[in-house]
């Protein structure tokens, strides 16, 4: 059974695959033909003058029906029969109509989504012989909190739906959006979040799950989805809410600053702007996370006292592979330098020296990072060095005691990424963990 019943007012739009498809190539031909600093701006309307009157002589006000009906026909403002009926074309300038056509978009393009939203939900998320293929924490770590996305988006497109039905000129789409912002927070936040392990789950149970790829490919096929994957659908959510902020800035382009609608829109942009980056920070996160847990796995502390690798606030910042310099007196030859391969891992509060093996590392020294760690340059050509050499201090390392070693990268470019990683939050205090 389904997670929700249809509602009558969404029209019969295309899956938001397609519309996201038609999207970027108007914005490619836009590009082409205005450039890219018009291409917000640039939402032109062939063949509309700009007449005398103003705009805010029209108040239309049709009934409900009416512009539902109209809607559910029209992928434009302007084709809607009531825009046609009152002369609203004759009414407002070229730059309004723009406006409408932006605000009309953020309308239309909420029902396609909901649309592709309700097939990944009812189509894909509720069916019995998909979640047959699946444990209940694959179910879950595939479709996360899609049915709340799609609940969300339901709410969202009922509140633009009756803004429009209340009057065709509409003006407050940035109040809506701010009316919706704790709700869009709360469900796009964890659902990107996720996406990290989604994309994973998916690559996984594709190669080793056969009966879940035999189920999948029957429902791909299936009418409802015209001919789109289920990971089509599973990215819709971060497309949307970016393509939603783009729309809003777009209008307010659009939007004279002396208009009660400005402020709205600004706070509107802004508000889906801090979840935009909300979410990025958060699989930024993920995967550093990730990262360590990975890594944690191949790394071996030996004799010396270990560090847990998985701390909060802990990432790493490079890694690589240098030769660490011996230089050796021999009473018969002099100076006598040889090589080693040290292998280096910065993160943002530690730094490990380690040999590599087979993929795997073991440490044989560390120090904490900034405080412990400088750099120095050598006079490589009077010491009969390398050009890419630098001195490396740890002060102290984790024996408690000063080291000092001479480090030599493969080139010039290598060694300044080094010197420059190695040095940088010199001015920060890191604690000891």
Not at 16 to 32: G, I, T
Not at 235 to 247: E, S
Not at 334 to 345: D, N, T
């Amino acid at each position: 059974m389904s997670f929700f019943s249809p509602v009558s007012t969404v029209p019969p739009v295309p899956l938001y695959q397609e519309y996201l498809l038609k999207s970027v190539k108007a914005d490619l031909q836009r590009v082409h033909q205005t450039g890219l600093s018009d291409l917000v701006a640039s939402q032109c309307l062939p063949g509309l003058q700009s007449p005398p009157r103003s705009p805010r002589t029209a108040r239309a006000s049709p009934s409900r029906t009416r512009v539902l009906e109209d809607k559910a026909a029209c992928s434009l403002w302007r084709e809607l029969h009531v825009v046609k009926e009152q002369g609203l074309l004759g009414v407002l300038t070229s730059k309004e109509v723009r406006r409408q056509e932006t605000m009309f978009e953020l309308l239309t393009s909420e029902a396609s989504y909901l649309k592709s939203l309700r097939v990944a939900v009812n189509h894909f998320q509720c069916s019995k012989e998909l979640q047959n293929t699946l444990s209940s924490v694959e179910h879950h770590i595939l479709f996360s909190n899609l049915h709340s996305v799609c609940g969300v988006s339901e709410r969202f497109l009922l509140d633009l739906e009756r803004h429009l039905q209340e009057n065709v000129v509409m003006s407050e789409v940035g109040d809506i959006v701010l009316h919706h912002q704790l709700k869009l927070r709360k469900v796009y936040v964890p659902y990107v979040t996720n996406m990290m392990y989604q994309e994973a789950m998916i690559s996984k149970l594709m190669q080793k799950n056969q009966r879940f790829v035999c189920i999948l490919h029957k429902l791909e096929k299936d009418a409802k989805c015209q001919r789109q994957t289920l990971k089509s659908f599973l990215v819709l959510p971060f497309q949307r809410i970016t393509r939603v902020k783009l729309i809003l800035e777009a209008t307010l382009k659009l939007t004279d600053p002396d208009e009660s609608s400005f402020g709205p829109l600004t706070k509107a942009i802004c508000a889906l702007h801090e979840i935009v980056n909300k979410c990025n920070q958060n699989v930024l996160c993920m995967k550093r996370t990730e990262e360590l847990v990975l890594l944690e796995k191949l790394v071996d502390f030996g004799r010396i006292k270990a560090v847990p690798l998985i701390s909060h606030g802990r990432y790493l910042i490079h890694k690589g592979q240098l030769r660490q310099t011996d230089v050796r007196s021999c009473p018969s030859e002099g100076s006598v330098v040889s090589f080693s391969e040290v292998y280096l891992h910065l993160f943002s509060d530690l730094l490990l020296l380690s040999i590599q093996k087979e993929g795997h590392f073991t440490v044989q020294d560390y120090a904490w990072f900034p405080c412990n760690v400088h750099t120095e340059d050598l006079k490589a050509h009077v010491l009969g060095l390398p050009a890419e050499s630098f001195l490396l201090h740890l002060t102290p390392s984790h024996t408690g005691s000063a080291t000092a070693l001479i480090l030599v990268a493969s080139t010039r470019t290598e060694k300044e990424v080094w010197v420059n990683a190695l040095n940088s939050h010199r001015d920060e205090q890191t604690p000891v963990s």
